[in-house]
């Protein structure tokens, strides 16, 4: 592509491009995906809360078909433009499906399966990633005539969701709590579960929505002073910087040469990196069939804990490789246990936990921040590492490592365990952290399938104000 880049530049201007321009179009194209992505996050909130989940699903595939005929057409037209301007817009695309995807699914599943529900999109995503790696080897469509129909190929998952999706069911919760539509919530449910008796899931939906009737529909700056939602507004913060902060990008980008320093062929540098992806999405199956047995928190604590050990040997192995024989292999080895411990935590893990931790009024706005952070993360590392890795070296590592067992130590401290919890229950877990108080008393929501269920009022307001019963 930065072939492409410079024959254009030269077709139109009659002299070869200056390596300093050359990189600033190079790198506004890697920048303008995670920049997409940002701005796709801030409209994740009022497109669900207008569209529904499914709707503003069905609606972003207008940015991922679009720029994917765009990005096809961009060696016809002889224009590196379009391709810049395509990134942004699959950015976008990239921004919303990341965070509706999670909350669509999360709000489906029953409680006894969200998480592992949860971390099927990651899992998409890596097998996505395996994909691109395996046809962006130079014999299939890695080459100079080939990138163009790569580029186009992305537009294929949208068109398949443009064509099955309809056929979902929208989200029960949201049809529920935000529409009030309880007529098509069980119809939904029904649907979903397999069985006709669903009363005990729309009781308790209309617990939650009695209990966050006082607080209505947040936006993000009501969010971020609502003394109730403090702490879990912190750790979806917290979560999203570690995961993009803990080092995942600069190792790839060091993977190339730390396989070539242990004496891989350049032409098979490609081949190795296709079994790193398939490790990738090994071990996010994995944690698909774990999640639920071991809970959120171990896996989040296991993968910072491994991403912290590898980016530290890291650090040593990379500093000695040229003097040490067999510290090359070791450096591999560290790559690989990187990515091992990235895959069952760190990457799949704090989606499932934000749809968690907020209720049906918060959430689409909580999804907004945690995105937001996500993406000017991403962005972030991509735009300081290259000049972080040409002042530090390999010493650079050592920063990820730290920001590991930050993260680690904070979610020991302050997150709990999420497993098997209504969304309602894991708001009380919070209560006391936020110093707020959620008093529940008997009370019948007029279901017909268990009276005994109880309705219950949050107060959010401080510790010794008066509270209002119901």
């Given amino acids: 592509m930065q072939q492409f880049y410079n024959q254009t530049y030269f077709g139109r201007y009659e002299r070869p491009v200056d390596d300093s321009l050359l990189t600033l179009l190079w790198s506004l194209t890697v920048s303008m995906y995670p920049l997409g992505?940002?701005?796709?996050?801030?409209?994740?909130?009022?497109?669900?809360?207008?569209?529904?989940?499914?709707?503003?699903?069905?609606?972003?595939?207008?940015?991922?078909?679009?720029?994917?005929?765009?990005?096809?057409?961009?060696?016809?037209?002889?224009?590196?433009?379009?391709?810049?301007?395509?990134?942004?817009?699959?950015?976008?695309?990239?921004?919303?499906?990341?965070?509706?995807?999670?909350?669509?699914?999360?709000?489906?599943?029953?409680?006894?399966?969200?998480?592992?529900?949860?971390?099927?999109?990651?899992?998409?995503?890596?097998?996505?990633?395996?994909?691109?790696?395996?046809?962006?080897?130079?014999?299939?469509?890695?080459?100079?005539?080939?990138?163009?129909?790569?580029?186009?190929?992305?537009?294929?998952?949208?068109?398949?969701?443009?064509?099955?999706?309809?056929?979902?069911?929208?989200?029960?919760?949201y049809m529920l709590i935000q529409k009030g539509d309880e007529e098509n919530a069980r119809k939904a449910l029904q649907r979903l579960r397999g069985w006709e008796d669903v009363g005990e899931e729309l009781a308790e939906m209309r617990l939650e929505d009695q209990s966050e009737r006082a607080?209505?529909?947040?936006?993000?700056?009501?969010?971020?002073?609502?003394?109730?939602?403090?702490?879990?507004?912190?750790?979806?913060?917290?979560?999203?910087?570690?995961?993009?902060?803990?080092?995942?990008?600069?190792?790839?980008?060091?993977?190339?040469?730390?396989?070539?320093?242990?004496?891989?062929?350049?032409?098979?540098?490609?081949?190795?990196?296709?079994?790193?992806?398939?490790?990738n999405v090994v071990m996010t199956v994995i944690a698909v069939f774990i999640v639920e047995k071991l809970g959120r928190k171990l896996l989040l604590l296991s993968g910072f804990g491994i991403c912290c050990v590898a980016c530290a040997v890291l650090t040593v192995a990379l500093r000695f490789q040229e003097s040490v024989e067999w510290m090359p292999y070791l450096s591999i080895a560290c790559v690989i246990i990187y990515v091992i411990g990235h895959a069952i935590g760190p990457s799949s893990i704090p989606y499932v936990i934000t749809t968690e931790m907020?209720?049906?009024?918060?959430?689409?706005?909580?999804?907004?921040?945690?995105?937001?952070?996500?993406?000017?993360?991403?962005?972030?590392?991509?735009?300081?590492?290259?000049?972080?890795?040409?002042?530090?070296?390999?010493?650079?590592?050592?920063?990820?490592?730290?920001?590991?067992?930050?993260?680690?130590?904070?979610?020991?401290?302050?997150?709990?365990?999420?497993?098997?919890?209504?969304?309602?229950?894991?708001?009380?877990?919070?209560?006391?952290?936020?110093k707020a108080e959620i008093i529940i008393e008997p009370g019948d929501l007029g279901t017909e399938k268990d009276p005994t269920l109880m309705s219950s009022k949050l107060d959010t307001r401080p510790e010794g104000m008066k509270v209002t019963k119901f």
């Fill in 37 to 173: 992505g940002f701005f796709g996050s801030l409209m994740v909130a009022p497109l669900v809360n207008k569209l529904g989940r499914k709707g503003t699903l069905l609606f972003n595939n207008i940015f991922s078909i679009i720029p994917a005929i765009l990005m096809g057409a961009s060696e016809a037209a002889g224009s590196y433009e379009i391709i810049i301007a395509s990134r942004f817009l699959v950015g976008i695309c990239a921004g919303l499906s990341s965070n509706v995807v999670p909350m669509y699914l999360g709000e489906l599943s029953p409680k006894s399966l969200r998480g592992a529900v949860g971390i099927m999109p990651q899992l998409f995503i890596t097998i996505g990633i395996l994909v691109a790696q395996v046809l962006g080897i130079r014999s299939i469509l890695g080459s100079t005539r080939g990138w163009p129909l790569l580029l186009a190929l992305t537009g294929i998952p949208a068109v398949f969701e443009l064509i099955f999706l309809p056929f979902f069911p929208e989200s029960p919760r």
């Fill in 215 to 279: 607080e209505g529909r947040l936006s993000v700056l009501s969010l971020c002073s609502f003394p109730s939602l403090r702490w879990q507004l912190v750790s979806v913060v917290a979560m999203n910087m570690g995961q993009q902060l803990s080092g995942v990008n600069a190792i790839y980008y060091y993977a190339d040469s730390i396989y070539g320093s242990a004496g891989v062929q350049e032409g098979n540098i490609q081949f190795v990196t296709v079994g790193t992806g398939s490790v």
């Fill in 358 to 434: 907020f209720r049906q009024a918060s959430r689409p706005a909580a999804f907004v921040i945690a995105g937001s952070v996500h993406w000017l993360s991403n962005f972030t590392v991509g735009l300081v590492f290259p000049f972080l890795e040409k002042g530090l070296g390999p010493y650079s590592f050592i920063i990820f490592s730290l920001i590991c067992l930050v993260t680690l130590v904070y979610i020991f401290i302050v997150v709990p365990e999420t497993k098997n919890k209504t969304f309602l229950e894991i708001s009380q877990m919070f209560a006391k952290r936020n």
